[in-house]
């Protein structure tokens, strides 16, 4: 699959999504590992996350690092502004 976001991409995050409610399953969000990366959520275990990118041959993400906990989620990507 590729991937939904190029590194020239500029997203827009909603910091308060997850004060109010649960990430789900299928939510594309920014953590910080590091740098900033762009994830899918593909499990959900208590407080931890399993993460992956959508460019699964060439994405850094939970199974080189692991789970993830909440705290270590910015917030959910909701709008991509392309860089022309």
């Known amino acids: 699959m590729s991937p939904t976001f190029k590194s020239d991409d500029m997203v827009l995050v909603n910091r308060l999504s997850y004060l109010f409610g649960k990430p789900k399953i299928g939510d594309l969000v920014v ?3 590091k740098k900033y990366m762009i994830k899918r959520i593909k499990k959900i ?3 931890e996350f399993f ?3 959508d460019n699964k ?3 850094t993400d939970s ?3 692991g ?4 705290k270590e989620i910015i917030g959910k990507a909701f709008f991509k502004i392309p860089n022309y």
């Open 45 to 47: 275990k208590d407080n």
């Open 57 to 59: 041959k060439e994405s």
């Open 63 to 65: 199974r080189q690092f």
């Open 51 to 53: 993460v992956v990118g």
């Open 67 to 70: 789970w993830i906990r909440k």
């Open 31 to 33: 953590l910080r590992k």
